[in-house]
């Protein structure tokens, strides 16, 4: 009896190949399996250096839970439309936001703060009307709007008084 260099099968004296993996007898095994070489010299084999790599008959993993997601592949759930975003309320959302920058930087945005408000409202209206999305940006282009045309008025009102007074 010997062991089959490649799958560690036991095979008789005079097998001619390896039922288990059809390895022909007096064939080379792959490189790194079979006898490991013995003492330089003594013609004997040493011991052990047979057997396949761990992995060729090892057992499947397990999988446990649903496939993960592949974006790229085929799902058995339909993906629903995707849903229009209003365009006036990305546009009362960015005016708004512009006339933040603009008061800041030279003054000239509180004439866009009104335009970005009356804008979210539009929006707000239409969005009620069709369905489509932009809900959060109309609103923030309202409350930004208004907020900077009130500060606006604020300090009209502080500069009239302070100009009254002196």
């Known amino acids: 009896m010997y062991t089959c260099p490649v799958c560690a099968n036991m095979l008789p004296d005079g097998a001619v ?9 007096g064939a080379p095994g792959p490189a790194g399996y079979g006898p490991a070489p013995g003492p330089p010299g003594s013609g004997a084999p040493g011991a052990g250096g047979y057997g396949p790599p761990p992995y060729l008959y090892a057992d499947p993993p397990t999988v446990v839970g649903p496939p993960p997601f592949d974006a790229g592949g085929w799902s058995p759930y339909p993906m629903p439309p995707a849903r229009k975003v209003n365009g006036l309320a990305i ?13 800041l930087a030279c003054g000239i945005g509180v004439l ?9 409202h539009v929006s707000l209206s239409q969005i009620k009307q069709t369905g489509e999305d932009g809900r959060g940006m109309a609103l923030a282009g309202i409350i ?22 002196s």
């Open 17 to 25: 190949y390896c039922a288990r993996c059809n390895w022909l007898a």
């Open 91 to 103: 546009g009362a959302m960015c005016t708004s936001i512009g006339a933040i920058v603009l008061t």
């Open 112 to 120: 866009a703060a009104p335009v970005g408000a009356v804008l979210g």
């Open 144 to 165: 930004i709007g208004w907020a900077l045309t009130a500060l606006l008025a604020v300090g009209i009102v502080l500069i009239v008084v302070l100009a009254a007074s």
